[in-house]
């Protein structure tokens, strides 16, 4: 066969550009119109948001409840126990003074666990005569650690309007695990 220089034939040597012009799917790459930074603040400023979002949701709404594991039974395995599987603190002394327009309580524990306690602190709860109203108060124990064997001592002063009735000691962690204690204030030693 003679090949004519006019007649056009396939070449069979055609570069890959060449093979991709004749489908009809073409990629090609657009710079974008907002510059790369921007995008970044942008991410960077979104993710920020959402994460104090979440932060102010978790912290002072209940829907940390929902959310995280953390409940009541949680709070109270974090509470020590003591050696005889008893209560892990003991009421040493527990004293009051009122005055006109105050009632001063006080009072000392000790630490009967094997390890230490952290951030105990003892809410004490004063009822009065003539109304239904009680008034509650949360008060840290010094020193806020208690070695075990150590005694603490604690002091809530509160003003007061009426004649109280009567006044209660509870003991709990700032976790909100409840911590429950021995009196032995009439125990005496040999």
Same mark, same amino acid.
């Given at each position: 066969m003679i090949n004519e220089p006019n007649q056009a034939q396939p070449d069979s040597q055609a570069t890959s550009q060449e093979k991709n012009e004749d489908t009809p799917i073409h990629f090609g790459f657009v710079? $974008?119109? *907002? $510059? %790369?930074?921007? +995008?970044?603040?942008?991410? %960077?400023?979104?993710? /920020? *948001?959402?994460?104090?979002?979440f932060i102010y949701e978790a912290t002072f709404t209940d829907a940390g409840e929902r959310w995280l594991p953390y409940s009541m039974d949680t709070a109270q395995v974090l509470v020590p126990e003591a050696p005889d599987g008893q209560e892990p603190i003991e009421l040493l002394d527990l004293t009051n003074t009122i005055s006109e327009n105050r009632i !001063? +309580?006080?009072?000392? *524990?000790? !630490?009967?666990? !094997?390890? $230490?306690?952290?951030?105990?602190? %003892?809410? =004490?709860? =004063? /009822?009065?005569? /003539?109304? =239904? !109203?009680? =008034?509650a108060k949360d008060v840290a124990l010094v020193p806020n650690k208690i070695e075990p064997g150590f005694e603490a001592l604690f002091q809530c002063e509160q003003p007061i309007e009426d004649k109280p009735a009567g006044f209660t000691v509870k003991f709990k962690l700032a976790n909100g695990g409840i911590v429950r204690h021995k009196d032995s204030r009439l125990m005496t030693t040999p």
């Amino acid at each position: 066969m003679i090949n004519e220089p006019n007649q056009a034939q396939p070449d069979s040597q055609a570069t890959s550009q060449e093979k991709n012009e004749d489908t009809p799917i073409h990629f090609g790459f657009v710079e $974008p119109s *907002i $510059p %790369a930074k921007k +995008i970044w603040l942008g991410g %960077a400023l979104s993710f /920020s *948001i959402l994460g104090l979002w979440f932060i102010y949701e978790a912290t002072f709404t209940d829907a940390g409840e929902r959310w995280l594991p953390y409940s009541m039974d949680t709070a109270q395995v974090l509470v020590p126990e003591a050696p005889d599987g008893q209560e892990p603190i003991e009421l040493l002394d527990l004293t009051n003074t009122i005055s006109e327009n105050r009632i !001063n +309580i006080q009072g000392k *524990i000790r !630490n009967r666990t !094997n390890q $230490p306690i952290e951030d105990l602190l %003892a809410t =004490v709860t =004063v /009822s009065f005569v /003539s109304t =239904v !109203n009680t =008034v509650a108060k949360d008060v840290a124990l010094v020193p806020n650690k208690i070695e075990p064997g150590f005694e603490a001592l604690f002091q809530c002063e509160q003003p007061i309007e009426d004649k109280p009735a009567g006044f209660t000691v509870k003991f709990k962690l700032a976790n909100g695990g409840i911590v429950r204690h021995k009196d032995s204030r009439l125990m005496t030693t040999p």
